[in-house]
């Protein structure tokens, strides 16, 4: 029984670590990390420059602990004791203990202990002692997201790993989730979110091109070279049939791992799962989904999008559209009604006033429809009318130009795909992919963002693939506080009053023109040129109109704009705001927006609301500006 009590391993840290109590040892679950000590703490000692106690070694505080037991039997105080460093813990009462460490050497000049400096404190137990013991994250995890890296080992501008990293994204997402998802906590719906990092960069150099490499590098500037060999060189490595294959096998076997071993600790896991890139790690992870093969239902459905399938499929897609447009509450009618997505686009305005949809719904369901129908027009078929033909052709032309490689399968369908900083829209158009057939969607991922800071220097937009006839801006993400930041309201307010002085200007000065350029008219003839003057005054106050009507027709129809079946028809790019100081310098802080991810806010808080909102489960106050 005593063995296997000392046998213990108690997980920790939210199962990520577990610490093993007959060793004292702490060790990481998921990835490759130096054994870290663990101590039974029983006295402590602080110092003038310390901040907190810090304890001693099991085996002094042994030590410790029988000469206090000593005194307090016998009443003997100020007991001297001497640690393994030379230095003397002096025992005067219960309540003052305290510990001089020598300043000399051995070979110096002995010093006494009022010659040594301020003393330490010495405290027995942890009573009084004013420090904050972490509750712990929730135990219950609803969703599991696989982080993978970019370029280098380091990934961000302190240079820290990718575990580093991913624990300051799993740490802000447990504040937001304090934060936005409150009152779903308390309920019990919410426990957490669960962040692991995919390393295959190590795996990589493993290979011994380290050592090919070195042998070839010049001698001169050996720090840049190394961190070019180290960073830079990992895109020509994906880009080599070769080591793209050692990358490739590296990220899917170690998230098929990560994903077996986690269920094997969390056996009542139910949620789903979900993957991250940052910068080449979202390219790798885009070339992985691009090469899953979809279950034959799934591929037929996607071959066939409008085609009826056995429509649970369907009608779901129908009710995504109306939840889209704030019309749920018709939810029910559509679904008595069966109603899928193929005859939802063949409903004319007397088939849903027959369903007894009221007309301000039926104007939206219909101007949904015919924006629809207008995107199918843009999208050209240069290959075949059938709608089995174009997407074939595209599915070719997405994975175009591709490095050769037998790309694994995966062994679950992820959620949803989150890219930060991402390089994918820049590699498909330098491997030959004009653009992205909007019924195109990755084979077993319904799910895509696309999430970048303005002035990330690597990352590129992927909606003007799939729409390039429009010109539209990237979402906005709004801020985690409920905002936009000041100096954008700023910006945008005194933009918005430059143009409006503009046009005030531009049409007083017109109709001052046209006053003054006008030829004079008889009197005698005034009566009978009222009217041309009438229709000839409407004729030119038509285009001082327009201009302003045009705006507010487009301002409606953005939210509308169909950027394809990617991310199931809602928005793929999506841009952070940046701070006040960004602003004043966008060369400076390039490289730290293209590093800024991992403590950002409204990154968090973006994934959290995606991978909620699956679950039925939305903010307790939506965001202003949020989709």
Known sequence: ?????????????????????????????????????????????????????????????EELEEAYMIAVTLGEWKKKLESPNR??????????????????????????????????????GVENIAVEIPSGEPLQIDHLVFVVHGIGPACDIRFRSIVQCVNDFRNVSLSMLQAHFKKSQEQQQVGRVEFLPVNWHSSLHSTGV????????????????????????DVFFYN?????????????????????????RNPQFRGGVSIAGHSLGSLILFDLLTNQKADPEEDEHCAQGSRTTSSRGGIEEVKEILK?????????????????????????????????????????????????????VWSPSQHGDSSEDVRDCQYRDVGLGQVSANYPQLNYKPTIFFAFGSPIGMFLTVRGVKRIDPNYSLPTCKGFFNIFHPFDPVAYRIEPMIVPELEFEPMLLPHHKGRKRMHLELKEGLTRMSVDLKNNLLGSLRVAWQSFTRAPVPALEAA?????AEAEAGTEKQPDTKPEEAPAAVKEETPLINVGRLNGGNRIDYVLQEKPIESFNEYLFALQGHLCYWESEDTVLLVLKEIYQTQGITLDQPLPGSQ
């Not at 610490?19 to 703490?41: F, G, I, K, N, S």
């Not at 990358?247 to 094997?264: G, P, Y």
């Not at 889209?324 to 305005?349: H, I």
């Not at 009978?528 to 041309?532: I, L, Y």
């Open 1 to 61: 029984a005593g063995k296997e009590q000392g046998d213990v391993v108690v997980p920790t840290s939210g199962g990520r670590y577990d610490v093993r109590l007959r060793a004292r040892q702490r060790v990481a679950v998921y990835w490759d990390e130096e054994v870290a000590e663990v101590r039974r703490c029983t006295w402590f000692y602080k110092g003038d420059k310390d901040n907190k106690f810090i304890p001693y070694s099991e085996s002094f505080s």
């Open 240 to 264: 080599s049939s070769t080591y793209c294959q050692t990358i490739v096998d590296t990220v899917a076997s170690e998230m098929n791992r990560l994903h077996q071993l986690f269920l094997q």
């Open 324 to 376: 889209k447009l704030e019309l749920s509450e018709y939810c029910d009618v559509f679904e008595k009604e069966k109603m899928d997505r193929q005859a939802l686009f063949l409903c004319t305005e007397k088939n849903l006033q027959e369903m007894g949809i009221p007309l301000g719904p039926r104007m939206k369901i219909l101007h949904y429809i015919s924006s629809k129908t207008e995107i199918k």
């Open 87 to 124: 230095e003397v813990i002096i025992l005067h009462n219960p309540k003052l203990m305290v510990h001089y460490h020598p300043v000399a050497s051995s070979d110096d000049w002995v010093s006494t202990p009022t010659e040594q400096g301020r003393p330490r404190t010495v405290k027995r």
């Open 528 to 532: 009978s040129t009222d009217g041309e």
């Open 210 to 233: 380290d050592v090919d490499l070195e042998r070839i590098t010049l001698p001169s500037i050996n720090r840049l070279r190394h961190f070019i060999n180290d960073t830079i060189l």
